[in-house]
């Protein structure tokens, strides 16, 4: 059973378009939503992360918006560049454990 | 700039080899986990360590994979008669506390079994 649902799969954009990848959870005691950025032969890096009290998070041109009733929360990327081409992942987690759970991930390509 | 880090980066090994995958965390950090990665999906958790202790291991897929971090800082991961399906990258993560610091992946450790 997946505990954290990602779409889309993949997703293609012109440069400067605003890029959204979303993803769903189950379980309520998850605390913790981080975005991960993969670049291909790389391990993820930290992106941007949230918690449940708040809606939204904006750091340079990413931002987090979190819907706690609804049990999502989507990864904006403003005024995207090529360089932003990589794979994202969502990962929720909880603080009693800090194992991630990854989402499936989307693979991002950004035309020039 | 010291990160984790991880060797080798590339292993082959024949179906029923035994190998080593080793992690150096980023000096200091108390929490170690390992995941893997398929081939176009998410990272899978394996295993975690809190210092030398390992704390959570739900995530090793049978008894032939084994794990250790015995002074706290470097960790092996071994896999026992490699199968086909062990074929994928091997992410080793970091961080300094525990909870929801954030995590520090490694580069991973591509295996391919044949």
């Known amino acids: 059973q997946q505990q954290v649902k990602q779409s889309p799969q993949s997703l293609i954009v012109q440069k400067g378009g605003i890029p959204i990848i979303n993803c769903a959870y189950e379980n309520t005691a998850f605390d913790y939503f981080p975005w991960y950025q993969q670049f291909p032969g790389k391990g993820p890096a930290l992106l941007i992360a949230i918690r449940p009290d708040v809606s939204e998070k904006k750091e340079g041109r990413f931002t987090i918006s979190f819907n706690k009733s609804a049990k999502q929360f989507s990864l904006h990327i403003m005024d995207s560049q090529p360089g932003d081409s990589a794979t994202y992942f969502c990962?929720?987690?909880?603080?009693?454990?800090?194992?991630?759970?990854f989402g499936q991930g989307t693979t991002l390509q950004v035309k020039p | 700039g010291a990160g984790v880090s991880q060797s080798p980066r590339y292993k082959v090994a024949k179906r029923g080899q035994d190998v080593a995958l080793r992690c150096d965390p980023i000096s200091g950090h108390v929490s170690l986990f390992w995941y893997q990665q398929a081939l176009g999906q998410g990272p899978e958790f394996l295993t975690y360590f809190q210092n030398e202790a390992q704390l959570d291991k739900s995530g090793l897929p049978s008894d032939r994979f084994f794990a250790e971090r015995p002074e706290g800082s470097v960790s092996t991961l071994k896999i026992q008669r490699t199968q086909k399906e062990d074929s994928a990258v091997y992410l080793c993560a970091s961080s300094f506390g525990q909870g929801n610091s954030p995590l520090h992946f490694g580069n991973g450790t591509r295996l391919t079994v044949t």
């Open positions: 990962a929720v987690t909880s603080s009693n454990t800090g194992k991630l759970i």
